[in-house]
């Protein structure tokens, strides 16, 4: 591995603790603050700060994946998977990633959009189901980066 995979290995594992801890830390603040007033001031201070830090997560993730991808020549297993174990891991996990990604443009719109405001039925619905999602596909995407590494 090269000085710069090395160091693309290393952002990509301390994004990925602070991207996943962040959404840990989320849900845990979700449901142990429950009064409506502490809620209103708490989440207009802390929701624009959360939300910038774990996009800029999720970004250095992505770039830093894809740097590790084109290392280990897994983008031409991606696109032509050939049934072995570790074209099903990059497949899965890149699936996956896509929909948290779209998972968390949805849920940052309405957030930036909402923050402090009143929200309609579907925001609300979009926004939960969103979050509860990528609480969700995080675990299975880090089963299946596991399971990468494992073989790599
Ligand atoms: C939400 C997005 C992502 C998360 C949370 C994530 C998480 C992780 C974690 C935790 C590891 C280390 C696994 C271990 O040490 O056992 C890892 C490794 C890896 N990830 Fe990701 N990852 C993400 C996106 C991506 C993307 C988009 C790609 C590229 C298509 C990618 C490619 C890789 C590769 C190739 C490794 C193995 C690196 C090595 O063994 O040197 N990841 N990922």
């Known amino acids: 591995m090269s000085f710069l995979q090395e160091w693309m290995f290393h ?3 301390i994004m990925a ?3 996943i801890g962040g959404s840990v830390f989320m849900f845990v603040l979700g449901i ?8 209103q001031e708490v989440y207009p201070h802390v929701g624009p700060i959360f939300g910038w830090f774990e996009m800029f997560a999720l970004i250095s993730l992505l770039i830093s994946g894809f740097f590790l991808g084109d ?3 897994l983008f031409k297993l ?3 998977p050939d049934g072995s174990a570790i074209s099903d891991a990059i497949v ?3 699936i996956l ?3 948290l990604t779209i998972a968390t ?7 930036y959009k909402t923050n402090g405001k009143e929200r309609t039925k579907l925001q609300n619905i979009l926004s939960r189901g969103s979050s509860m999602l990528i609480f969700i596909l995080n675990l299975f995407v880090m089963h299946y980066a596991i399971i990468l590494r494992d073989i790599l």
């Not at 443009?105 to 957030?111: E, G, Q, S, Y």
């Open 78 to 80: 991606l696109f032509n």
């Open 71 to 73: 290392y280990y020549n």
């Open 17 to 19: 603790i602070s991207w």
């Open 32 to 39: 142990s603050l429950r009064d409506k007033k502490a809620q």
């Open 11 to 13: 952002i990509h594992l």
């Open 105 to 111: 443009l949805i849920h940052f719109v309405i957030a």
């Open 92 to 94: 899965k996990k890149a």
């Open 97 to 99: 990633v896509l929909i």
